[in-house]
């Protein structure tokens, strides 16, 4: 027994057996990473659908909050090389790509109103002063020129929104296709799903 214990057919059984157990604990451990990045992938896809439907939708897309935030594709796209057919993982790449196009569109247009506003809020009080210049001892003049430049200053944001930008915004939106759905969604979802049991 001793003898057995102490052979090179013992010991080559032993560094198997260890081989095979950190083998398997490799394969394992890719399918868990593999689960999380599908799940995490899935979950940014519902939010990116989600946010394209509002913005569909609303009037103000440029008031609405970011279409995507994190790209997790580029990071994780590696894992499902060899499970999405190259359709599927060109619409998965796809999805990302036009979500942080209409996301850049957004943001322009929203940085945009924003700095047309501020522009607004430099030029009121100077405007008054000049007014008030104008009209010095005719308080029912200044008031009344005053409220009719105050009025164009107020008008609604959308005036000053670039037609371009809407209408890019609105194209991208109007064309995307929601992936969850597809056969690369189901795939990445069923994935997502899958409970690993054990761990070596």
């Not at 868990?32 to 103000?60: G, L, T």
């Not at 993982?89 to 940085?111: M, P, Q």
């Amino acid at each position: 027994m001793y003898k057995f214990l102490d052979s090179n057919l013992f010991q080559t059984i032993v560094i198997l057996i260890v081989g095979l157990f950190a083998f398997v604990n490799y394969i394992w451990g890719k399918k868990d990473e593999q689960r999380k990045a599908a799940n995490i992938i899935v979950m940014e896809i519902r939010d990116i659908e989600k946010q394209i439907e509002r913005i569909k939708s609303a009037d103000k897309y440029f008031n609405s909050n970011p279409v995507i935030t994190t790209n997790s594709w580029d990071k994780y796209k590696y894992l499902f090389s060899k499970i999405l057919d190259d359709d599927e993982y060109t619409l998965i790449g796809d999805v990302y790509k036009n979500a942080t196009l209409i996301e850049e569109f957004r943001k322009h247009a929203s940085d945009q109103i924003t700095a047309s506003i501020m522009e607004k809020a430099i030029l009121i009080p100077k405007i008054s002063s000049e007014i008030s210049l104008k009209h010095s001892g005719d308080k029912n003049a200044y008031t009344e020129e005053f409220n009719r430049v105050f009025e164009c200053f107020t008008q609604e944001v959308t005036l000053y929104e670039s037609y371009m930008i809407r209408d890019h915004i609105r194209f991208l939106s109007n064309n995307y296709t929601n992936a969850t759905t597809t056969s690369a969604g189901l795939k990445l979802k069923t994935i997502a799903n899958k409970r690993l049991f054990f761990v070596f």
